[in-house]
Nanobody, 114 residues
Framework: QVQLVESGGGLVQPGGSLRLSCAAS????????MAWFRQAPGKQRELVAG???????NYADSVKGRLTISRDNAKKQVYLQMNDLKPEDTAVYYC????????WGQGTQVTISS
């Protein structure tokens, strides 16, 4: 398993921006499919965005055009740039690594409120 540590969450007003980061402990980070999930209170965890080892990306329809996933293999980090945030984006955001394997970070709270 890979250790994943998220950072960058916080409280922002609607229309604001945040950048989440996830640092991985593996030396073969470049081989990993990485993704961001989120879980709002009372809801199931859902996929927000994913990025392959070859930088192919996919997004949930609800975030297309507002959120951007990227990775820096040299730094062993994956990012989620979030723009034009809405109250419905409020959730705990989790970094996921794999395949190979199935690793989760501890989550970071994102709250969108005026």
């Amino acid at each position: 398993q890979v250790q994943l540590v998220e950072s960058g969450g916080g409280l922002v007003q609607p229309g604001g921006s945040l950048r989440l980061s996830c640092a991985a402990s593996t030396s073969i980070f470049g081989l990993y499919v990485m993704a961001w999930f989120r879980q709002a209170p009372g809801k199931q965890r859902e996929l927000v965005a994913g990025i392959s080892s070859t930088d192919n990306t996919n997004y949930a329809d609800s975030v297309k055009g507002r959120l951007t996933i990227s990775r820096d293999n040299a730094k062993k980090q994956v990012y989620l740039q979030m723009n034009d945030l809405k109250p419905e984006d409020t959730a705990v955001y989790y970094c996921h690594g794999g395949p190979p394997g199935d690793s989760w970070g501890q989550g970071t709270q994102v709250t969108i409120s005026s």
